[in-house]
Structure formats: structure tokens, C-alpha cells
């Protein structure tokens, strides 16, 4: 191969590798919830009704759409501007998780996602446990 033509395929590597890092750079681990307890009031305990109904609430204060898919299992979506991500929300009486489906524009590669959608993860999963103390 040709010096010439050696440096530029050398170079268009280099830039590739520069842009997949750049489009990336605030991406971080996808974080699941997994089994969070599900936290009552003092001595209390909460039905599984009730814990759906604390992830329903706290997900639509949060602007998520929360829907029923089968005995302890709820699907979760959210959009905001151009980016969707979509969740798992498995519950019992006793815990509750909230596991990566699926997203679109949230950079989602390789165990790794835009870091906003963590936050969401996080803030959601605080409003679960803010409204189970309504109970």
C-alpha cells in the first residue's frame, strides 16, 4: 500500500475511534433498581395494589406512562423531546425494580446509555419510595 494511502485509512481510524468516544462522552452504565424494598410507614405493610399504585403515581408526577403488563409486572415509558426510554417494573408486597428495556436517542450501546436516563432511573425510584409512605 501506498505511504499516502496508509496515512489516510491510519487517520480515518483514528478520527472514527475520536467521534464513537465524542458522540459517547456522557455516557456512563446503565443502572438498573433492582429489588428495591418497598418502604411503609412504620409496622405497616403495603399490598401489591398499593405498591403498583405508588409506581403509577410517582411515575406520572414524573411524567412517566406507566402501563399494566401482567400480574406483577408494569411497563414504563418515557419521552421527552426527541429521547424515549422504556422500562421493566416488576413489584411484589415487598420490593420493586425498574430494569432497561429499551431507548431512542439515548446513545444506548454496549451496557452503557446516555447518563440523563440514570437520573431519571434514580428520580423514579425516590417518588416510588416517597408515595408507599402515603399509605
Keep these: ?48 395494589d398499593q405498591v403498583r399504585e405508588s409506581i403509577v403515581r410517582a411515575g406520572a408526577a414524573l411524567g412517566w406512562h406507566i402501563t399494566d403488563a401482567g400480574p406483577g409486572m408494569l411497563s414504563g415509558t418515557l419521552v421527552l423531546r426527541t429521547h424515549t426510554a422504556v422500562i421493566d417494573i416488576p413489584y411484589s408486597t415487598t420490593s420493586f425494580s425498574l430494569v432497561y428495556k429499551s431507548s431512542v436517542n439515548l446513545d444506548a450501546a454496549d451496557g452503557q446509555i446516555h447518563r440523563n436516563y440514570n437520573k431519571w432511573i434514580q428520580y423514579l425510584a425516590k417518588g416510588v419510595d416517597t408515595q408507599t409512605l402515603l399509605f
Design 1 to 48: 500500500m501506498h505511504p499516502v494511502a496508509r496515512f489516510i485509512v491510519a487517520l480515518g481510524i483514528v478520527l472514527a475511534a475520536g467521534t464513537a468516544r465524542a458522540a459517547c462522552s456522557k455516557c456512563e452504565p446503565i443502572r438498573n433498581v433492582d429489588n428495591a424494598r418497598v418502604v411503609a410507614t412504620a409496622g405497616k405493610s403495603l399490598s401489591a
